[in-house]
């Protein structure tokens, strides 16, 4: 397998290869593909244990119902957060 990649992110890699973080460049892409599959699996795990905590609370009862007014409730928080520059959970929107 070949890789190019762009001369800013070919600099990057040979900063940190001269740095002595890594060896070589393929040590380097090794490490970010072990990173990538860690945090996809963290994002799993946090969204399977989402999921089950929301099966909880309906089976405990403990939900609002989803309703026009609950969207427009969810709609206007998210307006309020956007205008106050507060960001979305990365879990919820990539």
């Known amino acids: 397998m070949n890789i ?17 973080v890594y060896a070589t460049p393929t040590e380097f892409v090794l490490d970010a593909v072990r990173r990538l599959r860690k945090e996809e699996s963290q994002r799993h795990d946090r969204l399977m244990a989402a999921l089950e905590e929301g099966e909880q609370a309906i089976r405990d009862g403990d939900y609002e119902p989803y309703t026009q007014e609950l969207f427009e409730r969810i709609c206007k928080d998210a307006l309020a957060d956007a205008k106050a520059g507060i960001k979305p959970n990365p879990d919820v929107c990539p």
Request: net charge neutral; hydrophobic share 35%; charged share 25%.
């Open 4 to 20: 190019i990649f762009p001369p800013q992110e070919e600099k990057y890699i040979n900063n940190l290869i001269a740095k002595g």
